[in-house]
């Protein structure tokens, strides 16, 4: 750029080597010629002058900022890297622990064991997800967006506005919509869902802020209460070997109707009372009910046609009372003495 006021074109021409010359390229903003020219504005004797010498001055400081924001440092040529290689080709790899020496995590290998059982009894395993959003999580499950049951679910959410889902319910209105078609063809949808959950909850012996549930889902025609009990009892004797008393209590969820909480006898002392039943000789197991005539219609299920059931129940609390684990942190403590006993 040219500059008609000599001064401005010779404080252009020296700041423009001193921006080649110096590596802090922003220190040019800086230095004393361009201030010289803002105070030589003040001493010129009339308007018109200021304004055609104050006009020169503003473009050279555009341009100089403009110097600034374009430059960039030199590219320097690297190789290429591999990010799915674990080891660069030139570097020695460690000595790794054979595969021999390790062994599945006990809340994987019951949860094997759990999906086998269902598989048997027909349902089709679906995993659930980590990351939801808003509408899986509580609109698609019939909780309004004022409803005060949505403030009873204490969620971890991004600053994006998604969730960490706090229940494996989130894949329920996927699924049922996914095999509409199965009920059309007159077969029931039946689905369990495993997956990790998230709540924002105080850390104790019996509660963490990161667990696994189970979701259960069966819709077709006639299903009632007495099919949902009878199905998780049978899963139950099956999980325990050994035949169990199960009841229910009325309970509330905005996503089923009616609700239930389910208590079995306790396998430990058979209702005699013991540590784990808080000697009251039942436990409270897992929430379940009817599927709301909402959450079917929000499927695109025709309510008056099909009804169904619902559960979801902790993983980790079964396999606790399965092997009399008192503490649900064990799981993810990484304690490998704990983690032993199940190799």
């Avoid at 667990?211 to 025609?221: A, M, N, R, T, W």
């Avoid at 197991?285 to 499927?299: D, F, Q, R, W």
Wanted: hydrophobic share 35%; proline share 5%.
């Amino acid at each position: 750029m040219e500059y008609h006021n000599k001064e401005v074109s010779a404080a252009a021409t020296a700041l423009r080597k001193l921006f080649e010359k110096t590596d802090d390229k922003r220190s040019v903003l800086r230095a004393p010629g361009l201030a010289a020219l803002y105070d030589r504005l003040k001493t010129l004797p009339n308007s018109a002058q200021r304004a055609a010498f104050g006009k020169e001055v503003n473009q050279l400081k555009n341009e100089l900022e403009q110097m600034v924001r374009e430059y960039s440092v030199p590219k320097v040529e690297l190789p290429a890297i591999d990010v799915t290689s674990p080891f660069d080709v030139n570097q020695s790899k460690p000595k790794l622990l054979p595969v021999t020496d390790g062994s599945s995590h006990p809340l994987m290998s019951e949860l094997d064991k759990i999906l086998n059982i269902f598989g048997r009894m027909g349902f089709t395993a679906v995993e659930s997800r980590q990351l939801d959003d808003d509408y899986h999580m509580f609109t698609s499950l019939n909780f309004p967006p004022d409803h005060p049951a949505r403030d009873e679910y204490d969620t971890f959410t991004t600053d994006e506005g998604l969730v960490a889902p706090a229940h494996t319910s989130v894949m329920q209105n996927r699924f049922l919509k996914a095999h509409k078609k199965d009920l059309e063809a007159g077969q029931a949808i039946a689905a369990v869902v495993p997956g990790r959950v998230f709540r924002n909850e105080d850390v104790d012996a019996r509660h963490e802020h990161t667990f696994y549930q189970l979701e259960g889902i069966y819709v077709d025609k006639g299903i009632n209460a007495g099919h949902l009990i009878a199905t998780l009892k049978a899963f139950l004797e099956e999980y325990y070997g050994k035949t169990l008393e199960v009841k229910t209590n009325p309970f509330y969820f905005p996503f089923t109707e009616p609700s239930f909480e389910f208590m079995l006898s306790c396998p430990f002392c058979d209702k005699k009372g013991c540590g784990v039943c808080s000697y009251v000789g039942w436990i409270e197991l897992l929430g379940c009910g009817m599927i709301h005539p909402n959450v079917l219609k929000e499927a695109d299920i025709d309510s008056a046609t099909y009804t169904g059931f619902a559960w979801g129940g902790g993983i980790d609390r079964l396999v606790m009372m399965k092997y009399g684990i008192e503490d649900v942190r064990n799981f993810h403590s990484g304690n490998l003495k704990f983690l032993r006993q199940f190799s």
